[in-house]
């Protein structure tokens, strides 16, 4: 499947569906939602239901509404009460641009559109349970993981601890993407096994600007360079599970 046009497809879907509410609530959430980015999330889930022989479009609204999640947390990320980052994908953070009043309330916003949206997807009612749980489930590890990066890093005496703080802020929704896409495509729990471990979807990616880092199922780390797309094993990760 070619990546620019699933981007294009999840874009123009967010453009079409993020509106209705308190217009300024609305602006905040769509400048960073409808900035440019990888998108990874959501191609995950979208592939993996191309590849259990699916058609994608069944989960396009469950893809996006974990783009609305994702870039929930992102604005969360960046206040002054977490990483007070003034800078996201390239423009000023929500905060700095709209006030921080204004952040917290798109950060509902995009809640509330991952709902409608994880509800009005073309599958059955026992799929949409499922994915409500799920989603909400791997939502939470992300609070833990930016729980532990906020008070517990700098306490931190072994790497594999470090490694789990990413593993949930950043993994948990990479690993519901995964999981996501299974349920919609109907999977079994040994393709969910399959797509989700041996595809090696099990943590981050975690950028340093230039590249990309994918820590593995296999307990390693891989970098690829974002422009080129050579791969390269850095690090074994030991006692990562």
Known sequence: MDSEVLRDEIHNFL?????????LIVDAARNIVLAKSHLWRPLIMLNIVNSLNKNYRLAKPIATALEC?????????????????????????CHIQYGEEIAHLAIFYLVCKSIEFNNSAPITDKQTRKINLIHAKLTGQVLQGQKKDLRDLE????????????RLKTGALMRYAAIGGGIVAG????????????????AAPISDGASLYVVTASREIYSFNKDTGEQKWVVYVKGFD
């Open 69 to 93: 999640t994702h870039c929930a947390t992102l604005i969360m990320d960046d206040l002054p009460s977490q990483d007070n980052s003034p800078i996201r994908r390239g423009k000023p953070a």
């Open 155 to 166: 306490d931190m005496k072994s790497p594999d601890d470090v490694i789990d703080v990413y």
């Open 187 to 202: 999977a079994s729990g040994k393709q969910l096994w399959s797509h989700y471990v041996g595809a090696e979807i099990l």
């Open 15 to 23: 453009d079409e569906n993020l509106t209705g509410g308190e217009q």
